[in-house]
């Protein structure tokens, strides 16, 4: 295979540049290699090249401005960053922008290697069609079409990715898709449930234990982190994780080793880690419930899913999903989900969103007669969407709800927690009027 692949490589170091050539030819690619971007560009036009690796910060033209005229002419090809620690952000927009992956200086040759066997070993095609026919439903909306095309750039790429969103967004359905449309689609695909796993077992359960190491240690158990080996750890509602285990996690982000409960010796584990949580990890790092050092290490790249009730045109394909997928998993005759009550559907706020919007019409689909769903066959508390059809009325109300809360966010210098107690509400409404009313709790601090 390697025989008739051909890489370019660029960078300004000329001595790094002489050590990529030798380990890529010895083994066994064919190398072409650029000190510049513009030298690179002229070698391109004359040579098939089947991977551009190239540093992120060159004179003249920047390895940003290079991906940018090599995707005017090459959409397809992939491309792999190397960057230097303190320009690891320009990396991560790198990837956001179509890169596949990147390295951080310095970086050992194998893990170079490696990389480009996983991409140039298996399909790097994720078109638009191909990710349409995935099963997701997306809908039609704006907000989730942006996520849609960040899941397609990142997706081919091993950096860590944090997806952020209420409960029962469609996160970890996500993260399965992050999994399949990249090159470790063939590789495991493991799934830790941070939220209901008591702290002394989420320890065994990610790294596993030797026989003996504690009383209960009857055998040997490998933990998911090295069952992920080669594929995909999935960590849903990281953002629940005791103090003790954000240290442990940080270690394994940081140096990508693991040793077992009662264990001497290390092993060394590749897996790509996606985390997901509905909470406001940015506010829990300012209250000093959740460690800087790991926050910024699971969010190299983020992505926020949007909460129904901000996507309310997507819910007709939603719904008739939802219903169709139902009745055929149940050989159910075909229900019909008339005009008026989805109408009525996009009329409610939807706190428990996607997952909310799925139960009910299930529910609706047991309980309807003549099988059409009415509203009232969905049992629902309906609670009206604010941002359906706003009036006057509702327009002061919300002035005055968004005024209440600047209040208390400046009597608790921006804290929501103590803000949202002051209102009597919950933390996650707080979350989310804030982000509805474009209130930064940051700019209350004063």
Same mark, same amino acid.
């Given at each position: ?29 064919k @190398?072409?290699k650029?000190?510049?971007?513009k ?16 540093d992120?910060?060159m004179?003249?033209?920047s ?10 002419t090459?959409?397809r090809?992939?491309v ?30 194998k ?6 066997h996983?991409?140039?070993?298996k399909?790097?095609?994720?078109s ?53 449309f ?8 493991m @799934? ?27 055998s ?10 080669g ?13 003790e ?5 940080l ?20 897996c790509?880690?996606i985390?997901?949580t ?10 000093g419930t ?5 926050y ?12 129904l009730q ?5 819910i ?5 999903f939802?219903v169709?997928n ?10 019909e989900?008339?005009d ?10 939807w ?7 799925k ?53 608790t210098?921006?804290v ?9 509400i ?8 804030s982000k ?6 940051s700019?209350?601090?004063?």
């Amino acid at each position: 295979m390697n025989q008739t692949k051909q890489i370019l490589i660029v960078d300004d170091d000329l001595t790094l540049l002489e050590v990529l050539h030798t380990r890529l030819t010895t083994a066994g690619f064919k @190398v072409a290699k650029a000190s510049n971007g513009k030298d690179a560009l002229v070698i391109m036009q004359k040579k098939s090249i089947d991977l551009l690796i190239s540093d992120i910060k060159m004179p003249e033209m920047s390895g940003m401005e290079l991906l940018t005229k090599v995707r005017a002419t090459s959409p397809r090809l992939p491309v792999i960053f190397l960057t230097a620690y303190g320009t690891i952000s320009g990396a991560v927009g790198a990837v956001k922008a179509g890169a596949l992956d990147y390295l951080t200086k310095p970086f050992e040759g194998k893990d170079l290697i490696t990389m480009i066997h996983n991409i140039l070993g298996k399909p790097t095609k994720r078109s638009k069609d191909l990710m349409d026919t995935s099963g997701f439903i997306w809908g039609v909306s704006q907000k989730m079409e942006e996520v849609k095309e960040l899941l397609k750039k990142v997706a081919g790429s091993n950096a860590t990715i944090l997806i952020l969103g209420e409960s029962g967004v469609g996160k970890e359905c996500i993260a399965k898709l992050l999994h399949n449309f990249s090159t470790r689609v063939n590789g495991p695909y493991m @799934v830790v449930d941070c939220g209901s796993t008591p702290p002394g077992i989420l320890e065994s359960e990610l790294f596993g234990h030797l026989k003996g190491s504690f009383t209960h240690a009857i055998s040997d158990k490998k933990g998911l982190i090295e069952s992920a080996n080669g594929g995909t750890l999935f960590l849903d509602e990281v953002g629940n994780i005791s103090a003790e285990m954000q240290s442990r996690l940080l270690r394994f982000l940081e140096e990508r080793t693991i040793r077992q409960v009662g264990a001497v010796k290390e092993k060394t584990i590749d897996c790509r880690v996606i985390a997901a949580t509905n909470s406001d990890l940015k506010q829990n790092v300012e209250d000093g419930t959740f460690r800087q050092d790991l926050y910024y290490r699971l969010k190299v790249v983020t992505m926020l899913i949007p909460p129904l009730q901000e996507r309310i045109e997507d819910i007709p394909e939603l719904a008739r999903f939802f219903v169709s997928n139902y009745t055929s998993s149940n050989n159910l005759p075909a229900i019909e989900l008339p005009d008026e009550t989805i109408k009525w559907l996009q009329t409610l706020e939807w706190p428990g969103n996607v997952r909310e919007l799925k139960n009910s019409l299930e529910t609706g689909s047991i309980l309807c007669k003549n099988n059409i769903i009415l509203p009232e066959d969905l049992q629902l508390e309906a609670a009206p969407n604010p941002s359906h059809k706003r009036d006057e009325n509702n327009f002061s109300i919300e002035e005055s709800e968004k005024e209440a809360i600047i209040r208390a966010l400046k009597q608790t210098k921006g804290v929501k927690k103590e803000a949202a107690e002051l209102l009597g509400i919950s933390r996650r409404a707080i979350q989310y009027k804030s982000k509805k009313y474009e209130l930064d709790a940051s700019e209350f601090k004063k």
